[in-house]
């Protein structure tokens, strides 16, 4: 089937904002999921946003859906060293979870 | 609450060998998830059960792969013969219902190495 795609790399400096995005493939996804991955853990959830909302903000974090577009982003403010992870974008297709490759942020002092 | 435990966390083993690992899930949950993340690629859900029950295997290679869930709770996934690129990690997951609204709770990872 057709990827969901998503830059592989990102590079930002502590304490600027960091904007990954994201081009998902089905526009009956009912949710869409940002997932965070630290060096040898497991996926975690970081947010998610139902198809319905064109926005949803979660402390330092803010989720813009343009569902014409099939785009996501995920805004960090304020990014931190702890930040530092592989992101992985995630859309709902046949009622699985279907991932992108993942965006690595680095964060430069 | 305890998470999604798996072992072992690395193995490395030689072609045309077999090897298995372990998930136990987040007590309670009763759908369980197996996913196979190649280096720099997302996970790729190999199978899902609910309780014991298979829901999709649709992407399990089953000329050498192999799973079970016999209590609805620990489950264990096989390769044999292991190839050169099964090399990946093998992630389990466990939600509380089969369904995408409900999260999914993601163990640490078996990191496999076929030589």
């Known amino acids: 089937g057709e990827d969901v795609e998503q830059s592989l790399f990102l590079s930002v400096r502590e304490g600027d904002s960091s904007v990954i995005n994201c081009t998902y493939t089905?526009?009956?996804?009912?949710?869409l999921y940002w997932y965070k991955q630290e060096p040898g853990a497991g996926l975690q959830l970081l947010t998610y946003?139902?198809?319905?909302?064109d926005m949803k903000q979660d402390q330092r974090l803010t989720v813009l859906l343009n569902k014409k577009d099939k785009h996501l982003s995920l805004r960090i403010a304020d990014t931190q060293t702890g930040d530092s992870a592989i992101y992985f974008c995630?859309?709902?297709?046949?009622?699985?979870?279907?991932f992108g490759k993942g965006t690595r942020l680095h964060i430069l002092p | 609450e305890a998470g999604v435990a798996q072992s072992p966390r690395y193995k490395i083993i030689e072609k045309r060998q077999s090897v298995a690992f372990w998930c136990n899930p987040i007590s309670g949950h009763a759908t369980l998830y197996w996913y196979q993340q190649i280096l720099g690629q997302g996970p790729k859900l190999l199978i899902q059960f609910q309780n014991n029950g298979v829901v999709d295997d649709s992407q399990l290679p089953k000329d050498r792969f192999s799973a079970e869930r016999l209590k609805g709770v620990d489950s264990t996934l096989k390769i044999q013969p292991a190839k050169l690129e099964d090399s990946a990690v093998y992630l389990c997951?466990?939600?509380?219902?089969?369904?995408?609204?409900?999260?999914?709770?993601f163990g640490p990872g078996t990191r496999l190495t076929v030589l």
């Open positions: 089905d526009s009956s996804s009912t949710y």
């Open positions: 995630a859309e709902t297709r046949d009622d699985k979870i279907i």
């Open positions: 946003i139902f198809s319905n909302m």
């Open positions: 997951a466990s939600s509380l219902e089969d369904h995408a609204g409900y999260e999914q709770f």
